[in-house]
Nanobody, 120 residues
Framework: QLQLVQSGGGLVQPGGSLRLSCAAS???????????IGWFRQAPGKGREGVSC????????NYADSVKGRFTITRDTAKNTVYLQMNSLKPEDTARYYC??????????WGQGTQVTVSS
């Protein structure tokens, strides 16, 4: 059974911070460990967009222009968890956030995501 678990979302005021976590169990844990992981988000009425990604060795990261300088992606190999630290949050960051790996995306799998709402 495929299972990626995203957590850490919530309601935060503009300028605030949140840290999202991406963890896995079973077969999915090996996929998380051995592949690049991306964070994606989908706002109401919009398509899903890539936010950031990190390679399997944590030596290479990429960010969407809209989050550069504010978001940081990391991975803890001991905990087999990928994090997205989000600082200086803006209302336009409001979306449901998902983590995923290409082998899972190719199988059409997406986890439940975690909701981030930035509002005063």
């Amino acid at each position: 059974q495929l299972q990626l678990v995203q957590s850490g979302g919530g309601l935060v005021q503009p300028g605030g911070s949140l840290r999202l976590s991406c963890a896995a169990s079973g077969e999915t844990a090996f996929i998380l460990r051995d592949n690049a992981i991306g964070w994606f988000r989908q706002a109401p009425g919009k398509g899903r967009e890539g936010v950031s990604c990190i390679d399997s060795s944590a030596t290479s990261t990429n960010y969407a222009d809209s989050v550069k300088g504010r978001f940081t992606i990391t991975r803890d190999t001991a905990k087999n968890t990928v994090y997205l630290q989000m600082n200086s949050l803006k209302p336009e960051d409001t979306a449901r956030y998902y983590c995923n790996a290409e082998p899972l995306r190719l199988r059409g799998y997406w986890g439940q995501g975690t909701q981030v709402t930035v509002s005063s």
